[in-house]
């Protein structure tokens, strides 16, 4: 059983970042080059210059052996992202103490793991790569690829909530303005899901499954034969990786 910890009380609404203790940008590369594909997903600091982002490509491409096309996409399709996420600095975001159901569903190599589990996005001390580290722990999963895929996952799904609450703070504004504001609407369910329970556990307390419903969250944990390999692609074992420096927090 895993609990997310509810962090103090934090005002409502706070400029965009991540709602994690660092603020990394989930990226997910995947190219087709000559009949070669390569496939990353990784975290990457906004603050980082354009020459790391270029020395990066251009040192993945060498190690892996890639064709020297692969450069030029691999660049665009991380500073776009990195690009995207820059566009909502400064804009305001709506952040209260929310509880949201997150969802894991992947394979990296032979290992499938299925899981769900709330996320207090109003606690911006989360971590999601010590919770990977310890789910992987309680579940003794061995290969160390696997971790990394699911605090990504994380990541990638609390920016879209990020992104989606700056969308709601535009409408806010607009109408405030008095002018007709479009039509707001999420594709999230993490976004729609969102319970507030805040009102019922306070700022010290922890959202804990009920014991009869752990049947619903228990983590599925699969080891695929290797005959089975091929069937999914995974990431690529051998990248280079650039990753920002990680403060371990506590879970509990």
Known sequence: MKTVSLGASRPSTVSFRMPTRDNLVPIRVDLEVDGQRYRDAFTWNPRDPDSEIIS??????KDLKLPANFVPQM????????????????????????????????????????????????NLDSDPEEFARTLCDDLNITDPEVGPAIAVS??????????????????????????????????????????????????????????KEWYLYEPVVDVVANEEDGKEETNNSSRPKKRAEEKVASLQ
């Not at 990066?56 to 491409?61: D, E, G, M, Q, Y």
């Not at 007709?180 to 999230?188: D, H, I, K, L, Q």
């Open 56 to 61: 990066f490509a251009k040192r993945t491409a």
């Open 154 to 211: 994380i990541r990638e799904q609390l920016y879209e909530i990020a992104s989606q609450s700056v969308s709601v703070m535009r409408e806010k504004q607009l109408s405030k303005k008095g002018r007709r504001a479009p039509e707001f609407s999420s594709n999230s369910k993490a976004v729609n899901n969102a319970v507030d329970l805040f009102k019922y556990f306070g700022s010290k307390g922890s959202v804990i499954r009920k014991r």
């Open 75 to 122: 660049l665009q399709s991380i500073q776009g992202q990195i690009a995207e996420f820059r566009s909502y600095e400064g804009q305001e975001m709506q952040i209260k103490e929310k509880i949201v159901p997150l969802k894991i569903d992947l394979r990296v190599n032979n290992t499938v793991i299925r899981d769900q589990f709330l996320w207090d996005i109003g």
